[in-house]
């Protein structure tokens, strides 16, 4: 199996944009569609981001999602950041029937 | 109102056995695959089980294959995971997940609350 690997933690001021990476040890990261999950304190993980760039409803085109295959990750753009998005994000993607998760990244804003 | 329910979380001793369950509500049940996530605390997520909308297919992580059963009730709108030889590394909050699909690799798109699993 492979892994994905985030960076343990960032910290951004309000309005800035700020970049998550997850990075895929083995497979290419284009072999398979990558979720972003944003889990706040106290509450259960809801998608941000499906299909590698896809944005479910409601969640505000500040958000968005893109690969780079010269490094084989997967990123997470968060735009014009607000305190609400202070949260535990999270990339996941998948291998033949495998389900695998990054390891999480804790996005502070300040 | 769409929404995951579990139950059947607690205190278990290391070799025990627990069975967990999660009642849905809101949606086509069989229609969609489903999965277990567990979150150990302080900790990440980690992708547990996962078994179609018809309950035909199933698979795991290698950590809980030949301990660990997930099955459906699509007559009742459930999904259980039967947990034997039960391990201290198995304690964790439990989350019973929707995928968007028939597929359980697709994304998650309803979670629930989870229910917490203590092995000691």
């Known amino acids: 199996n492979f892994m994905l690997t985030q960076p343990h933690s960032l910290s951004e001021s309000p309005g800035k944009t700020v970049t998550i990476s997850c990075t895929r040890s083995s497979g290419s990261i284009a072999g398979s569609y990558v979720q972003w999950y944003q889990q706040r304190p106290g509450s259960s993980p809801t998608t941000v981001i499906y299909?590698?760039?896809?944005?479910p409803s409601g969640v505000p085109d500040r958000f968005s999602g893109s690969i780079d295959s010269s490094s084989n990750s997967a990123s997470l753009t968060i735009s014009g950041l607000q305190t609400e998005d202070e949260a535990d994000y999270y990339c996941?993607?998948?291998?033949?029937?495998?389900?695998?998760f990054g390891g999480g990244t804790k996005l502070t804003v300040l | 109102e769409v929404q995951l329910l579990e139950s059947g979380g607690g205190l278990v001793q290391p070799g025990g056995s627990l069975r967990l369950s999660c009642l849905a509500s809101?949606?086509?049940?069989?229609?969609?695959?489903l999965a277990w996530v567990r979150q150990a605390p302080g900790k990440g997520l980690e992708w547990v089980s996962g078994i179609t909308g018809s309950g035909d297919n199933t698979y795991y992580v290698d950590s809980v294959r030949g301990r660990f059963t997930i099955s459906r009730d699509n007559s009742k709108n459930t999904l259980d995971l039967q947990m034997n030889s039960l391990r201290a590394d198995d304690s964790a909050l439990y989350y019973c997940a929707k995928s968007s699909s028939w597929d359980w690799t697709d994304a998650l798109n309803l979670w629930g609350q989870g229910t917490m699993v203590t092995v000691s």
């Open positions: 299909e590698t760039n896809q944005r």
């Open positions: 996941q993607s998948y291998d033949t029937r495998t389900v695998i």
């Open positions: 809101g949606f086509t049940f069989n229609t969609y695959a």
